[in-house]
Structures are given as C-alpha cells and as structure tokens.
C-alpha cells in the first residue's frame, strides 16, 4: 500500500506526465486533425484526482480491514461468492457474484470486507476438495501475489483450508516463474535432462513463519464450506 509521502510524490510525476502529454498531443492534433485525443484539460483532470481518490481508497481500505478484524468469524453468515466474471474451478463460465443472507446492519464496510475474504478462500477450497477427491494430499498452501501480504487473509484462509499458510519471500512470482522455465528450456536444450522443479527449487523460498489454522476457528468454518458449496450448486447447477 502506498504512503502519503509516496502518493505525494506520484502526483508529481503525473502533473509532469500531463504537461508531456499535451506537448505530444499537439503533435497528434497536427498530423491527425480528425482524429479523438484527449486535451490537457482532461488529463489534468484525471491527474488532480488520482492522488485524492488513492487516498480516500486507502483510508476506506484501513478502517474496513480494521473493522472486519474485529468481527467475530462467520457470526453473520454473509456470504459471498466471488465469481464476478465466471468461474473455473467449478467450472461455471457464466456464473456471477452473489451475496447471500443479507440481513439489517450487514452491509457495513467490515462485514463486507470480510465476507469478500472468506468468499475467496472459500472458493479456494473447493478447489483443494476437487484435489483431495483426486488423491492429492494438500499439507500446506504457499500464498503469492499481492494479497499475500494481508495478514487478516492469510489467517481466514489458514482457517477455511485447515493446513499452514506459507507466504513466499518473492511476492511476484509471474515473472520469476517465467524466468526459470526459460533456464529450464535452456538446459533442456543444451542437453541436460534436469526436471522443472529441480531447476525451480533454488529460486523459491519461503518465509520462516507459517500462518497456522486455529482448530476452533476451523470447525466454524467447515460449516460455511458446506453451506457455500450447497449455495454455488443451488443457484448455477445446470438444469
């Protein structure tokens, strides 16, 4: 999350970004005269309100997570099923995302927040379900991206899976993982018959600390995974 000082400094560097663009903008106007491009107005515009509106967000995302923290889990039963543009485990390509079991006063930011926490790891697990069916045994989740660096997260999904949480020390793995199969191609081709995870393994680590499921919180949460499977089957099973 940015600080103050940084969205500070981005707003800089976008009013230099406007200025640019409209010097290049002339340029275009020149050589395409017919042809839509945004002004300096509106580019303005866009940069004045840029730092304000990454600033209020962030300020709504604190007292949200600080609210949800505080929430007892599943006291509410608010459910939320992620699958805003379909989903592929289950495979549900035209499916939507529901809220289900809206009562008075659940609408709050906090129960909100959580709600969209738990829907997302509990779609999670209906994927790990589809793997233990498959003989796949599950001991621990290793977490990437930029949701891994929420702790409130790593916990409830702790809490859903029932196995350890382990966050990688390289957050974003896309492009290191795209680097180590090009090393893996490489060797392939040079001659060396090395496997992908042994060329993989060096450049993995993980943090010293796992986020441990707690045995209570977890049994709530069994409940909610049955309740959340019986809601995706209910409302997108195929006739």
């Known amino acids: 999350m940015s600080t103050p000082t940084e969205i500070k400094a981005e707003a800089i560097a976008l009013h230099a970004l406007g200025y640019s663009c409209r010097a290049i903008g002339k340029q275009l106007r020149a050589k395409f005269p017919n042809a839509k491009i945004p002004n300096h107005a509106t580019i303005s515009r866009w940069v004045r309100s840029r730092p304000t509106k990454r600033l209020a967000l962030m300020q709504w995302y604190d007292a949200a997570h600080r609210a949800a923290e505080i929430l007892h ?72 991206g930029g949701g891994s660096r929420n702790v409130l997260w790593r916990k409830i999904l702790g809490d859903v899976l029932g196995v ?18 090009a090393l893996w191609t490489a060797r ?18 993980t943090e010293r600390e796992a986020t441990l499921p707690d045995p209570a919180r977890s049994r709530t949460y069994r409940k909610a995974r049955a309740r959340f499977r019986e809601l995706t089957e209910r409302i997108f099973s195929r006739p």
């Open 164 to 181: 350890p949480v382990l966050r990688l020390v390289e957050p974003e793995l896309a492009a290191l993982g795209a680097a180590v199969q």
């Open 73 to 144: 889990e599943r006291m509410d039963e608010l459910d939320s099923v992620p699958f805003m543009q379909g989903e592929r485990v289950p495979n549900l390509p035209e499916a939507s995302g529901v809220l289900a079991g809206i009562r008075p006063g659940l609408l709050r930011r906090g129960h909100l927040f959580r709600a969209a926490l738990e829907g997302t790891s509990l779609s999670l697990a209906l994927g790990m379900e589809m793997m233990k069916k498959l003989g796949i045994a599950v001991e621990s989740v290793r977490l990437v």
């Open 188 to 205: 392939r081709e040079a001659g060396d018959d090395v496997a992908a995870d042994v060329v993989a393994t060096p450049f993995v680590r």
